[in-house]
């Protein structure tokens, strides 16, 4: 069991943990959570003794071995293989010392521990691990120094995996991964066989992996018991019961403070103003919740262009005369919300650049719409800021004729507040970073807006605001992350990059996910482009109309509510006022004849798009 009690430790002059309490028993997988800043990774530190608390302790059992991903990626030229069975340092010196033991006894007590550990399979182990992390079997046997920062990150996570400490402690391991790596990881995290406490904004992770969010706010933890989604129920309930019980004891001492201030002066009422004043002195104030802050994401709205927006006819792609994908058949519209799935190395970041136009197509024809703009976000953009320019200056860079007001309310937009604004790129949080790099991919109002991994570095609530971003957004949207809960609430269609061409995925994504956790089972056959009897563009036609057919309800509901107040006004009903209470009652059936009007051309238009995308996709 892993006890933190009455835990305080402050960084300058901060508190990060005052008085703070929690015990995870042997075995739990809990998630760590918190806003941005409030001291996740210092606990790490702290549980790890890489720093010494203040006040309090934290306790394990005697020989608990602690395992993290160094923050350092493993290099060199020992192979992937290896790097990994390294990991496991009992296992390495007990074979090392196997070598060159002569003592019989000794020799005994080192093979019945190296079985205890299971020794022998560690290579199929290993090996397993890597491959569930998105390397093949030709590349485990290449040294570390072959592959770039990320992939190395993911052998330093494939080596604490393999070593399976006591208590694993993971901080975002998911921002290194692909959607299938991330996929497996919750898998395997729900199966390790010890504590695993893990700092993630992956909202699936933190539902199917761990079975208890452990929080941390106001430099308390508190556990609660069950998924992320969970947790989230139970906090808004909290925060409503809270938020009530501070108005009552605010209305409370009001009323108390208006008796004493009234009667304070009186001989006859004094003892009881006393009381009073007692009674507001024995009050424990109930401090309601305070707000979260609004994470924002505003995109600008692009003109509305013809459909096909993009359209590929049997083109091939790939790098130095070397093909990644062909026969690519594909069309974009404007509305169309695109999830790119496929395995690791398929190909869907070479489908990103060439749908960008960072790359040019080596056969075949791809037509864009004249006016086309395109916004391309991938990670290795954050990277490339420059870190001695503030968000101000980059956005200036972009938009020199435009006012600094202008300049800085695009800034707020993205929720780069006054502070951030003027603070250089390499102060600037991970998240603050990447909704930088996104407000520079958006600025021109981009018809097609690409993301490739998007998420990273974002926390939970920027995530539901991106979500409600792209929602709202007026452009085509081609997405590519490992968050699924991103991919489910953005994606109304999905492409699978697979075998070295793009076809449609036609089942769901929770079909997807079981494919990918049992990989010997065939993908699903996507259907023929030819087999489909409806046309794209009739599609594209019927969508628009339910999207002309919502915004007229909107703007007869807005009506309707208008109108609806103006006849709460109890002036209204004087005498004087009939003939004016007759026009607004007139109107006001008007609007609802037409909302009623509006709403059965809604239903008539939506029952069409559903009947010809069930027949598309027949």
Known sequence: MLVIEDLSFAIEGRALFSGASARIPAGHKVGLVGANGTGKTTLFRLIRGELSPEGGAIRLPNRARIGGVAQEAPAGLATLLQTVLDADTERAALLAEAEGATDPA?????????TDIDAWSAEGRASAILKGLGFTEDEMRQPCSDFSGGWRMRVALAGVLFAQPDLLLLDEPTNYLDLEGALWLESYLARYPHTVIVISHDRGLL?????????LEGAKLTLYQGGYDTFARTRAEQRAVLTAEAKKQEARRAHLQAFVDRFRAKASKARQAQSRVKMLEKMTPITPP?????????FPAPEELSPPIVALEGVKVGYDATPVLERLNLRIDQDDRIALLGRNGEGKSTLSKLLAGKLDPMGGQITRASKLRVGY???????ELHLDETPLQHIQRQRPAEGQAKLRARLAGFGLMADQAETEVARLSGGQKARLSLLLATLDAPHLLILDEP???????????????????SGAVVLVSHDMHLLSLVADRLWLVSDGTVAPWEDDLDAYR??????????RPAKPKAERTVAKADLAQLRSEVRKCEQRIEKLEEMRDKL????????????ARRNE?????????????GLERAEALWMKATEALDSAQETAQA
């Not at 305070?290 to 505003?298: L, M, P, Q």
């Not at 974002?458 to 792209?470: F, G, P, Q, T």
């Open 106 to 114: 000794r020799i005994a007590a080192i093979q019945a521990r190296l």
């Open 207 to 215: 539902n199917r992996a761990v079975g208890a969010i452990l929080h």
């Open 290 to 298: 305070a707000e979260a802050a609004k994470h924002v994401f505003t």
């Open 377 to 383: 976000f991938a990670q290795h953009q954050v990277d």
């Open 455 to 473: 998420t990273n570095h974002l926390d939970i609530e920027s995530r539901e605001a991106l979500v409600e971003a792209l929602t709202a957004y």
């Open 514 to 523: 079981r494919f990918l956790l049992a990989p010997d089972a065939p993908a």
């Open 564 to 575: 609806a107040a103006k006849l709460a006004d109890p002036a209204l009903y004087e005498e």
């Open 581 to 593: 209470l007759d026009v607004w009652n007139r109107k006001y059936a008007e609007v609802m004849q």
